[in-house]
């Protein structure tokens, strides 16, 4: 008999008041030499917004979304998010709104 692979599972959705509390529990969990720095920042268009977050060497890229008082993060990873992946998760309307912002920002 061959085993079948456990499905994926969707991450949790973390939602916070801030955008910045979103990403409290990620940084809680990190246990590098910069455990007590990090920072969050980025661009908000509507209801969306496209951050960078760091903490010590590492760090990534995030598309949260306000939903009911609350920021949500809808998609986060290390590294760099190009324009095709900001405008699949936040939509074709912003999204490419939201990667203008970000790169007229440096």
């Not at 990090?38 to 598309?63: K, L, N």
């Amino acid at each position: 008999m061959i085993p079948t692979p456990a499905p994926m599972m969707d991450p949790p959705v973390v939602c916070a008041p801030t955008i910045a509390a979103t990403y409290v529990s990620q940084f809680a969990h990190y246990n590098g030499p910069h455990a007590s720095s990090h920072t969050v920042g980025g661009v908000v268009d509507g209801p969306w917004a496209y951050v960078g977050w760091g903490i010590g060497e590492e760090g990534g890229q995030g598309v949260l979304h306000y939903v009911d008082h609350r920021w949500c993060r809808v998609f986060s990873g290390g590294g760099a998010m190009d324009e095709v992946l900001v405008t699949s998760v936040a939509g074709p309307y912003y999204g490419p709104r939201l990667w203008r912002k970000m790169h007229m920002k440096r």
